[in-house]
């Protein structure tokens, strides 16, 4: 059987992750922000906004992870795990937000020709954003791909957005301060706010697959029908229907047994089937209906 975290320290995993990269994004704000009014650059300024819009980010994931482990009551039989799909579905409208007011930022600084003073000191903030996203941005993301948070995976790519953005704006300063280019500045930012949409439409997509409870992928799925071929006196599967919420699969299927298998048999088949799947696929809920077999309706290995 794999060897698998318990509940409690995936959701302090998931914790110190957002904390982290919570601190992280408050203290790059406040830097940009300062080199942005100092430099008079509009990448950089668009890099502070963009860091401003990682703090609310950073804030949803924090939230949405304490949100989503609270266990099922009357009312969420199912649990909470959908808050962390939208978080992640949030996180990405505000990227798309971002992209608006870069391009319109852009824009006036290349009509008005606007240079850059400083680019120096510019330079120096962008280098060292750049170098600290990639790290807190590496650790949140595999934090979040252990865990299977998606506001934690969705905040790891606003971090790398985050570092690439950095490097991009650290490119123009330099160019600025080598060529005296003034265009540079604002160009620069335009390449970034499309590679930017880019990403937040990826990211609002899968996100909203989990909202609108789109079956697990391919592979998972596969695993599952695997996974019940394995068992000899399993003769068939149908009606598998999955799910995701948050980090947690919801699987339900109808399993094909001999007739000649009693209730209590038939019951602890089911049962190990269930626990298999589960321990597969974890974390996961498995809820199987034994059917009997019959000849007529061809239920033989049907494992659609």
Known sequence: MP????????????????SASLGFNVLSTAFKLVAAILTGSVALLSEAVHSMTDVVASSIAFVSVKAAAAPPDEEHPYGHGKIESLAGFGESILLLTIVVYIV?????????????????????VMGASAAGSIAVGIYVTAVGRRTQSLALQSN????????????????ALAITALTGWKQ???????????WIGFSA?????????????????????????????????????????SRLSGN????DMHIVVPNHLTVVEAHEMADELEKDIAS?????????????????????????
């Not at 540079?184 to 499309?194: K, M, P, Q, R, S």
Request: glycine share 6%.
């Open 3 to 18: 060897d698998h975290p318990s509940a409690p320290e995936i959701q302090a995993d998931k914790r110190r992750a957002a």
């Open 201 to 241: 439409w990826l990211l609002a997509r899968q996100a909203f697959d989990q909202l609108i409870d789109r079956r697990l992928p391919d592979e998972e799925v596969t695993k599952i029908k695997a996974i019940v071929a394995a068992h000899d006196q399993i003769l068939g599967c149908h009606r598998l229907r």
């Open 280 to 304: 597969e696929l974890m974390p996961a809920q498995v809820v199987i209906h034994v059917d009997p077999y019959d000849e007529s309706k061809e239920q033989r290995r049907n494992m659609e």
């Open 104 to 124: 319109s930022q852009s824009i006036q600084k290349l009509i008005h020709g606007s240079g850059v003073t400083k680019p120096g000191f510019g330079m120096v």
């Open 184 to 194: 540079a500045d604002a160009v620069f930012a335009i390449i970034l706010a499309g």
């Open 248 to 251: 947690l699969r919801y699987i």
């Open 156 to 171: 790891g790519q606003h971090l790398r957005v985050d570092a690439v953005t950095s490097i991009g704006v650290l490119g």
